[in-house]
């Protein structure tokens, strides 16, 4: 029998972002009324909080002893692990979801790492996005001096941006430009009022991102990618997406950048095979993400990869192409990893 794996989100955004107004809300809406919901607010003010355990106070955990990416995994895998009976009546269930907030300084990449390297964890639980909330105001300026909040958005499958209401225009773009900088691949969503539209949160499918060519579009949203030849190999070009940033947007620390190349021309599933057993071991570690659709000698439609560290979720091979570009684009989002290093690794695609 095929048991479903619970869907897990992970709510995460920089100190001040708006993440806990947000989840307020969520948790109060009739989508997200059997949530187990996982706070770790350590080092922060709880007060926030105070609203989140009136609305649902049997499916909260809170866990404030430390940090559950890094001084308290331990703690965090041990919760998700028990809240299968813990959270149970009679034998049942009671909740569909998980949603794990952050903290504000929180790393997500190690949290994610907890669930697919721990197989009872990883049997229980499907990781369903991360969603990462990021404040229209201080945006840029966050995104500029944090490298926390550079991770925090690297790993997003889904950015919501908060308080622009509050901001300026000018203050509106600049974070907007700092955030596909970062992660040119996930969607931008504007929080308003502490208010979202939670059919993309609910729709998000961070393991196996895509079963046909409609949700394609928009988890390599390729129009909004810059693209340019630099590189005099035949057929690959290459567009580094802060190339074309303000010169100080990345002054404090450029480690986390995004690279996307398009290969004009197919591959065949042995280069993939072979790329992907070079690349994964080696620089796995310096992967934030990957997300490439390929065009495979033989198919008739696209193959769609995704890796997450060192973390390769299953290719899904499509039917037919969204559309008339057969071409295989790749987007890396990379910590402290050269374009150099990226390139010699996609000679094996050559
Ligand atoms: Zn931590």
Known sequence: MRHERIPLILLTGFLGSGKTTLLNQLVQLPEFSRTLVIINEFGETSLDHLLVSKSSDDQIVELSSGCICCTIRGDLAKTLSDATWRFARNGVRQFDRVVIETTGLAEPTPILQIISN???????????????????????????????????????????????????????????????????????????????????????DHAEPVQSTAPLHSWLPTEQLRFAPVSGKQGLLRADQSSAAPADLNRHNDRIRAYCYVLEHPVTAAQIDQWLDALMPELGPQLLRLKAILNVVGFPGPLVVHAVQHLLHPAGLLKEWPDEDRRCKLVFITDNLSAERLEQSLQLLQ
């Open 118 to 204: 721990t197989p009872k964890l990883y049997d229980s639980y499907r990781m369903q996005g991360t969603v990462t909330v990021v404040d229209a105001v201080n945006g840029a300026g966050t995104l500029a001096t944090h490298p926390e909040a550079q991770k925090q958005v690297a790993v997003a499958d889904l950015l919501l941006l908060s308080k622009s209401d509050l901001a300026t225009q000018a203050q509106e773009t600049e974070t907007r430009e700092a955030m596909l900088l970062l992660n040119p691949t996930a969607p931008v969503q504007l929080v308003l009022q502490g208010q979202t539209q939670v059919d993309e949160i609910l729709a998000l």
